[in-house]
């Protein structure tokens, strides 16, 4: 008898953390990369909001966001509302409140990297700025992948049909949000002079954050 091949298939994924992926908005993108360009200038501000001595990465400057800023671009309600729709989406519930911890910009440049860490909060997150346009290329020739300037997130270990990385290469103006406790590094690039810019955060939820 002829094995019955008309039966269809469908793959659950009831487990791991999710990410999130959306946009930022020009408006955002540009009032971000200006406010770094201004800083970047004032060399008793840029030392005032050197966030580097509390980071993980090795990376030449990462800049806090100061307060008042965010307050004027809405930074808070451009991640709640995405945050709202990542809630909705996974469990069905509202966001009630979102407060954000700290928020800096990465400037990286060639030979620089992020080692595997994970953030503070309840949610964090990040977004890019600028992408160079080539980030180097592999050191042995017929590599499948490159790897270079790219995030990669790491959860629990390999196992068959399931991977424990998730490796993302950075798009100009793309918006990642995950869980704070999800591992992830940024691998190094080279081959060039431009910079690799992103902002990141770390944000707490409402009190009833770990009912969701």
Known sequence: MEPDNTFSVAIVKPFGPSIVK????????????E??????TDEEKL?????GPYLAGNVNQEILLEEE???????????????????KKT??????????????????????????????????????????????????????????????FISGSANLFSNSAFEIQPELGDFYMFPNYL?????PFSGTDEERRSVSFNAILDPEASTY
């Open 22 to 33: 959306a946009r930022l908005p020009q408006s955002l993108l540009d009032q971000l990369n």
């Open 35 to 40: 406010y770094t360009d201004t800083i970047i």
């Open 47 to 51: 030392k005032a909001l050197d966030h």
């Open 69 to 87: 800023f965010m307050a004027r671009i809405k930074w808070t309600e451009f991640i709640g509302t995405i945050c709202n729709q990542w809630l």
């Open 91 to 152: 469990s069905g519930k509202e966001l009630k409140g979102l407060r954000i911890i700290n928020s800096w910009i990465v400037r990286q440049f060639q030979g620089e990297y992020n080692p595997v860490h994970h953030h503070a909060g309840h949610i964090s997150g990040v977004a890019y700025l600028k992408v160079p346009k080539h980030m180097g290329n592999t050191t042995q020739q017929g590599k499948y992948s490159n790897s270079n300037g790219n995030l990669v």
């Open 183 to 187: 591992d992830h590094a940024v691998y």
